[in-house]
Every structure is written in C-alpha cells, then in structure tokens.
C-alpha cells in the first residue's frame, strides 16, 4: 500500500497520519542476547504448527541482511551463524542419506547379534524350575496375629530361652558345645530364596544309604549306572609300592621340573558341587582321573575328569546334611572314600557297595559336630576323629554300631584337624581355634579331667586353621594360622614342653566369611614340599619348599579366576586339583594324563600313564 492510500484512510477515520517514507540503512545495532535455539531444532513449532524446515529453507534464501527482522509468525530470529549452522545440518542430512547409513546400521545390529556364544560351562548345570507360580500369600490368621476369636489383641508371648541358657565357664571360658544346647536350632545367614530363614536340615537316618546320584535321572540312569561300575573296577585295583616310593626318592629339583610342566586346560575345569567346597580329595588310581570334593550343605560330587557324559563326569551324591569337611580314601583299600560332617556323623562311600555306611556318630541330642579324622593304624581301620566340643575319639571301623571305642578330652574349644605321626602313631597333634597347638600321646592319655601334652606348638596368636605332620618321616609339623603365618616346626625329637618353629612365612590368610580358610598341605610322599591357596592378583596356587622359599606358581588367567582354599596333590602322580567356594574344582597336570595317553579295552575313555620323570 502506497503513502498516499494510507493517508487517505487515516484521514477517513479522523486520524492524522504523517507520510512514511523508507529509511536509509543504518549502521547495525549491538546484537542483544542470542534467543534460545531449541525452538529452531525441533521438527514442528508448538506455536504456529508450521514447519521449520520450510522456515529454515526460508531463511537461507532472503535476502534480508538484517539478522533482527522476525522471519516468522512465531517470532524466529535467526542470525548468520545460526544459518551457517542449519545449513551445516542439512548438508550432513543428505550426505547420511546419499550414503544409506541406516541399511548399514540395521546391518551391523543382525552382524552383532550372531555373534559367537561364549563357552558352555562345564559340570554340574543349574536346573530349570518348571512349576507353576506360587499363588499370593494367604492374609494372617488370628492366631498368628496373637488375637483372640472377637479380634481382641492378646497379651504378648513370652520370649523363648536363649540358646546358650545352660553356659557355664569351664577351665578358663565357654567351649564351644555349650553354644548348642538346642537340638538343630541354628539358622542359616546369610542365603536367599528358599534358604532364606530355614534351620539347619536333620541328620540322614542311621544306617546305610543307598549310593545314588541325584543328578542323573530320567533317560541318564544309565550313565550313572556305567559310573558305578567303573568306580567297582577302581576299588578293586590295586596301586604298586613301587610308585608309592617313587616320588620319595625324587629329588626336589628333579619334582620341581615335572611340577612346573603342570598345566590346565577348558576341560580340566568343571563344577562339580552346588555350594561351597570344604573338603577334597584325588582319588590313588593311575588309571582314571577321580576328583571327590564335599560342600557346604553335605553333598559329595564326584568328577570322572575325562568323560563328557551327562554333566561332564560330575555325579552328585547328598550322604549328609552339614558341611564336609575332610574326605580321604583308606590307605589300603581304595575302594573306601571316608567323610566326616558337621552334622555329627562319619560315613564310608563304598565302591563295590554302592553304599554309604555309617562309622561313627554322636549322641543326637549332644549335637557335637565331627569336624576332622585321620587313620590311626596303616591299614585305615581305626580312626582318631577331632569333635567340635574339643574332645577326640578313638573309632574301630571293623566293630559293630556307631559308637566311639575311647573318648578323651583334649581342648576347651573346638578343633579344626588333627593329624597322626606317619610312623609313631601313638602320638598325634592337633589344633584349635583358640591358637593351641597341642601334641598328645594316645597311650598317656585320660577319659576325665585335663590332658597332659607331651608338646605345645607355641607363637601362635589367633585360631590355627590347621596343623599336619609331614606323611613321609613325620618330622616336621606344618601350621596355618589367622595371625597370617604359615609356620613348619621340627618334630624330630618329640619330647620337649615346648617347639620352636624352625621357619615362619608371612602369608595372606584373611579369606573372610564367604571362603572357605586356607589349609597348607603336604605334597603326598614328602617331608620338604607343600601347597597353599593364596590371595594374590592374578589368582593362583603357590607351591614352597621347608624353608618357606617359594618355588613355582601354578596359575593361568584365563581358567583360573578365583582363590583355590582347599588343595590336594594326586598321592604318586603329577596333578594338582584346587576347589574355590562356588563349587568348582581345577585340575593342574603334566601332559602325559592328557591327549597322548593310551586307551583303555572296552572303555572310551582315556586311561593316565604312569609320568616318566
């Protein structure tokens, strides 16, 4: 509209208005604050609902060179960085679109999607639940509630005793069996799910139990039943002295050089019980790989390491209801696996029975755990077995009944191991947790009253994990203790009050709650050798010598990620097995048990040669 037809309508409305002319172009303002951006970015404006593409196109094309004009209804004001920037985003736009960048990235999402699975892990697999949803939890009946019929609430409960209502201090403090006055009323800590709050499980009934596995069923009844008899041919074998004396006469160099050509592989890896390891033990034969290993709630799973059957050899057993602590075969005959459990029972696996007899049991009402055993006489049938209350019991597996022949007390507190000298077996040594180191004399010993020890194992601190002889010539006693010691002390001449430790490890031994405590043992057949877990970063078993000089490390960071507690050599041949508290075991041989090894008749597996040093 021109200037005259403006004029011309004002006056009509009785308004002077002055003659608009066009300014000339004036120098630029100071820019005032940049508005906010987020408004351009969007794809439709709240406001106008137009399109801010088709603004955008717009405002690359004017020709305008004032960066103040609006260029739209809503009040958009874009300056020459602000176009440079939107010019910037389209030109990207369409380079993305020449190149087809999403089929590439739908692509690279269907390549990344198929890629390899990880390894199967080997052993015991968890099972799937395939019940039905429980249904919701029902509302609280009125006795639960402590009210009465009419809804009235009713006076509290009286509180029930504690359990530890009968202690009394005997001989300088409370032992440890008068913190179990009540019959199996302890609770589990510490778990979930259906563990959650649960008390601890009653003892197995008295008796012989069958030997089935519970992890065979259905259509693999027949591989446990093949195991079975291949664990009938192992009882019946034999193991020739010779072998047994071979690693005797070894020399520390000459066994520290087949020991460092130990190694493990994916498949010397298996997990072979559901809980926590207490225990292990590789079973004598030369002929098959048998690693046995007790957990925490009184399974037994035994790992035929070369076969791939059903769980990868891994064949579960449940002969108790509390933690196993010790398992070993007899030294005669090898078709007889011993286990003792917190549960206050002693049990024997036997092979050609397929049974698991009772040895040994305490008083039910006594609740006393059986807590560590070793065979007294060379052929295994008598045992000395340490108590949770601190007393030791003289057991006769030939006899009759369950009961202890001889009782006697030994500590005020609860034992951890006891072990007998290889060779005088009159004397025996062992340990507590309130760091008393103890040798006794069996023929000296009383029924009633305080022991007289012939020697005390002195500098220990805290609670002694556990103390060994050496199984060739027993004179040397190997010691774990909580104040992070490993100490060997000379037992060569057994008769002093007290012993001195000859040499005194510094070692890591704080494994907290949740892993099972270090136990250092004795390489089998030598006086100068032994093995223990450790704490280290990467994880590893460490291999010393008597003079608490480390020698080797077995370790691998791709098979071996946790800390190993409980260890056990093979008694003649090169192979180290190591079990954590998940319930895995490792195995650590020398190359002849593997691939180059001959079959055995009639059986696909493959039988271990005798390793040449």
Known sequence: MSAEESTSSGEEWGVKRKKVTKPKKATKPKKSAPRPKKAVGKAKSKDSGKDDKAIVGANLDSDSDDDDVPLSAAGHYVSEYEKKRLQNIQENAAFFESIDIQSAKNNLSEVSGSAKKAARPRGLQPRKNGKAPLPPPR?????????????????????????????????????????????????????????????????????????????????????????????????????????VKERLTLSQESFLKSAQSMTIAEERLAKVTPERIFSLAVHPSTTKMLVCAGDKWGRLGLWDVESKEGDDGVYLYNPHSRPINCLQFSPVHHGKLYMCSYDGTMRCAEFEKDVFSEVFSTEEDRDS????????????????VG??????????????????????????????????????????????????????????????????????????????????FSPASGSRILT?????????????????????????????????????????????????????????????????????????????????????????????QHLLAGANSSGKVHVF?????????????????????????
């Open 589 to 613: 041989s020398a190359s002849s048990f593997s691939p180059a090894s001959k079959k055995s008749p009639g059986s696909p597996r493959v039988v271990l040669k005798k390793l040449a040093v």
């Open 139 to 243: 509302t609280r009946s009125l006795r639960l509630q402590n009210k009465n019929p009419e809804g009235a609430q009713l006076p509290p409960k009286p509180e029930p005793a504690p359990l530890y209502q009968n202690m009394h201090v005997e001989r300088g403090g409370p032992t440890y069996k008068h913190f179990f006055v009540q019959r199996h009323s302890c609770v589990r800590r510490g778990l979930t799910g259906k563990h959650k709050g649960t008390p601890f499980g009653p003892r197995k009934p008295a008796g012989p139990m069958d030997m089935t596995a519970t992890n065979v069923k259905g259509d693999d009844k027949g591989l446990g039943d093949r195991f079975q008899q291949d664990l009938h041919r192992l009882a019946k074998t034999s193991i020739p002295k010779s072998e």
């Open 387 to 468: 108590l949770g209350d601190g007393d030791v019991a003289v057991i006769d597996t030939r006899t009759k009944g369950s009961e202890a022949e001889h009782l006697y007390p030994a500590h005020d507190r609860t034992i951890k191991t006891v072990s007998v000298h290889p060779t005088q077996r009159h004397y025996f040594v062992s340990c507590c947790n309130d760091s008393n180191v103890y040798i006794y004399d069996l023929r000296n010993m009383k029924k009633k009253g305080s022991q007289q020890f012939v020697a005390s194992l002195y500098q220990h601190s805290r609670s002694v994990s556990s103390a060994y």
């Open 369 to 384: 755990l059986v807590k560590y055993f070793d065979f007294l006489s060379e052929d295994g049938t008598t045992c000395l």
């Open 480 to 572: 774990t203790c909580f104040d992070d010691r490993i100490r060997v002390f000379d037992s060569s001449t057994i008769g002093q009050q007290t012993v001195k430790p000859l040499r005194e490890l510094r070692h890591n031994n704080q494994t907290g709650r949740w892993l099972t405590p270090f136990r250092a043992v004795w390489v089998p057949g030598r006086d100068d050798l032994f093995v223990t877990g450790s704490m280290k970063q990467p994880r590893q078993i460490e291999l010393y010598n008597d003079k608490s000089a480390l020698l080797h490390t077995y370790m691998d960071p791709d098979y071996l990620t946790s800390i190993c507690s409980i260890n056990a050599f093979h008694p003649t």
